[in-house]
């Protein structure tokens, strides 16, 4: 038996006895996976247990070195992984920006002792991240951010606004760009910094959306003392810092949201809501031709990204660091996601016209809200325009 194979065994085995059943088959989602931190509330105990075991082997970041609290597994060893836990249908044991976001950047750019301080906390899903990129004048021009922090001894005293911030309400630090030189280049004058939610000063305004329930807040600093060392890279050149998170961002927003399609062997949602809502015909094909085309389409877009992801996924841990071509996955993962919605509600047809009330089941309401919230997939991480933008200028070297 070659080690893999030993691997796979020994994995199916562990996974086996210490999966709960009750969280097996499971859909999971933003809004139904595990995100951890101090007020993650367990409707299932399974899934805490989940949480926990995956935790203690290294399984909640595979491939994150040992010490850090990750797995130390090789690329092939995380990928047999994914697929052993695929078979059993189980959800990832922890979601969330500490391991999608802050935690790869913390491992390229962190000191030791950053590192030590903060990854274990991740891995473990006691600490929940946010990100604090936009202000309500920066967006897209992200570098014009407004947040200031002056040096007093060995604090930052940090005072502004970041707006967009999701799930700051549930989040126990943030990641945060703030401006500590306001005479440099806007560039060159922004600092990458850490912050503890629970430090005096720091407020947290949820915003309302139409649907009455949003996971955007408003996060103010008022004169938070934040120790120097909690700076990720180099005093105002948090700039390059930010830019890598965000090649990561991308990446998982691609990934999430276009990557491959559905990862648990199930059966597809389209052949789902077909047979339900459009008819087969005697083939056992989706009956309406035009749907028809436009699934397997999707379908068949959705694969060949999975497959161009994993590539690329192999290369970088080859040493390739992403460049553009992250912006590239960003437009096509999201632009699939958001073509995908669409014929999932037009399949619907009526049903997918439902808010709440009689008449609608919870998992027809629940698919046109998650069908609205893939309208913000052009825009979460840089939209699709200042993708274009990076493209022409990195990737084709067009002028300005
Ligand atoms: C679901 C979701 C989650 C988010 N979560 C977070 C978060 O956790 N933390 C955080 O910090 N932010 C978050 N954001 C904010 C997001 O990063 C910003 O909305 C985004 O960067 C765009 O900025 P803006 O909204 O200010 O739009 P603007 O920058 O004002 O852009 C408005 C329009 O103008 C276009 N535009 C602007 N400049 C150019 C240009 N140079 N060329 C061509 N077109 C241009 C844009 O494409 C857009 O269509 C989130 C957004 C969404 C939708």
């Known amino acids: 038996m070659s080690d893999l194979e030993t691997f796979r065994a020994e994995t ?3 996974l086996e006895a210490n999966a709960p059943q009750s969280i097996r088959g499971l859909p999971t989602s933003e809004l139904t996976g595990t995100w951890g931190g101090k007020k993650e509330t367990y409707a299932n105990p399974d899934h805490k247990r989940w949480l926990d075991v995956a935790a203690e082997k290294g399984f909640t970041a595979p491939t994150w070195p040992v010490e850090y609290g990750g797995g130390g597994l090789s690329d092939a060893e995380a990928k047999v992984l994914g697929q052993e836990m695929a078979r059993l249908k189980l959800p990832p044991p922890l979601i969330g920006f500490g391991l999608t976001m802050i935690g790869p950047t913390l491992l390229r750019f962190g ?45 930052f005293v940090i005072s502004g606004q970041k707006v967009w911030t999701s799930y700051a309400d549930y989040a126990d630090w943030i990641f945060a ?56 890279g180099q005093i105002d050149s948090g700039w390059t810092v930010a830019k890598a998170l965000l090649g990561h961002e991308r990446g998982m927003i691609a990934d999430t949201f276009g990557g491959g399609g559905d990862k648990r062997g199930e059966r597809s949602r389209f052949a789902v809501l077909a047979e339900r809502y459009v008819g087969l015909d005697d083939q056992g094909r989706i009956a309406d031709p035009l749907l028809r085309h436009e699934a397997v389409q999707n379908e068949m877009d959705a694969k060949a990204f999975g497959l161009t992801l994993q ?8 040493g390739h660091q992403p ?48 069908w609205l919230r893939t309208r913000g997939n052009s825009i979460e991480g840089g939209t699709s325009e200042i993708q274009l933008n990076i493209i022409a200028k990195r990737a084709l070297g067009l002028p300005d």
């Open 12 to 14: 199916a085995a562990w």
């Open 111 to 155: 000191t030791e002792e950053q590192k030590r301080e903060h990854l274990p906390k991740i891995t473990r899903g006691e600490i929940r991240w946010c990100q604090g990129y936009s202000e309500p004048g920066s967006g897209s021009d992200l570098a014009s951010l407004q947040t200031r922090a002056l040096r007093d001894g060995d604090h």
């Open 177 to 232: 760009l703030v401006r500590t030189n306001p005479k440099a280049k806007k560039q060159e004058g922004i600092t990458f910094i850490l912050i503890d939610m629970e430090s005096p000063g720091v407020s947290v305004k949820p915003i309302l959306l139409i649907s009455g329930k949003s996971p955007f807040c408003e996060t103010y600093f008022d004169e938070v003392r934040v120790p120097v060392a909690n700076v990720i």
């Open 311 to 318: 590539r690329t996924r192999d290369a970088a841990r080859a």
């Open 323 to 370: 460049g553009p071509e992250t912006s590239m996955f960003k437009i096509y993962g999201t632009e699939i996601n958001m073509r995908r919605h669409e014929i999932f509600v037009r399949m619907m047809g009526p049903q997918a016209t439902g808010w709440d009330g009689p008449g609608y089941g919870e998992d027809e309401t629940d698919l046109t809200k998650a």
